[in-house]
């Protein structure tokens, strides 16, 4: 028998879940937005691990596909899919609500892989499925970066950014949506700590004692009028031309063009570029990008 008594908590439970869902979508909305207003780019994308068809209040457009049944978890728990909620910048409506399974595309490669990657041209690219090319082409997109939006081990959706010209996305840019992706997530964890059973935010993180070291973040490096930025001594781990290597890598050049910067052969680049990758633990150029100048290492 339910006792009158959790009749309120669990009124205010649903409430507090209500809550989150709208906190949630306005969010991913935002950032569909800002990603177009404050990184320079033409569409701006959010993919959920949703089921298709509009929510209340979510800012979608209307005549969405029906509703679904959330797509079921990978054996690795990931989520096996994802649905393009949210949009600034398009023209056409394809891309309104598109089902991408994990592992599909460019951003189905982020949610599978759960680390940002990017290409210069989608439609010629061959690291890439393309069971979405009609949806991209009806936009008229071409380079276009992914990013995954992560918190404690799990996946809250991946947010894209594309361009209608076939560039290369420079780290500027790259840091640009990464950070528009760190404050979306920590808004979103934020939002989910209400929906839990207990209906209550986290506790706040203790501050440093006093007289103890505060936490520190190395500043982030930004290349100027196209130049790599930083200079002097390598970091540790890194050879001095590895090091010049990835300051140029970073500003969004090609092999070919480093290698002509610096008197090298492509193939002498993509192995420098292959040892800085491997010394820093990433898997990828935008991975790279991302570590270096998270870690100051392009300052």
Known sequence: MTRAADTPARAADGL??????????????????????????????????????????????PGAAAAAPPAAPEPGGGPAGMVLRHWSGTR?????????????GLGGRALAERAP?????????????????????AEDLYAMLTVPLLHDGAVHGVVYAALRAVVPFGDVRIGAVADLAA??????????????PSGRPPAPRPRPRSGGPAPHRPPAGRPADGQPAGGGRPPAGLTPREH????????GRTNPEIAAELGLTCNTVTGYLKSAMHKLGVRNRVELALTARESGLLG
């Not at 177009?36 to 457009?61: E, I, K, M």
């Open 92 to 104: 056409a409506g394809l891309l309104h609500d598109l089902v991408v399974p994990s592992g599909t």
């Open 244 to 251: 010049e290597v990835l300051r140029w890598a970073a500003t």
């Open 16 to 61: 507090d879940a209500r809550a989150a869902e709208l906190v949630r979508s306005a969010v991913l909305a935002d950032l569909a937005r800002r990603v177009v207003a404050d990184c320079g780019v033409d569409v701006g994308l959010v993919g959920v691990p949703d089921r298709p068809g509009p929510r209340p209040g979510d800012g979608t457009a």
């Open 183 to 196: 404050t979306a997530t920590r808004a979103l964890a934020g939002a989910a700590a209400w929906a839990g």
């Open 117 to 137: 990657t990017w290409v210069p041209d989608y439609r010629a690219a061959t690291t890439i499925s393309h069971e979405h090319d009609a949806a991209v082409d």
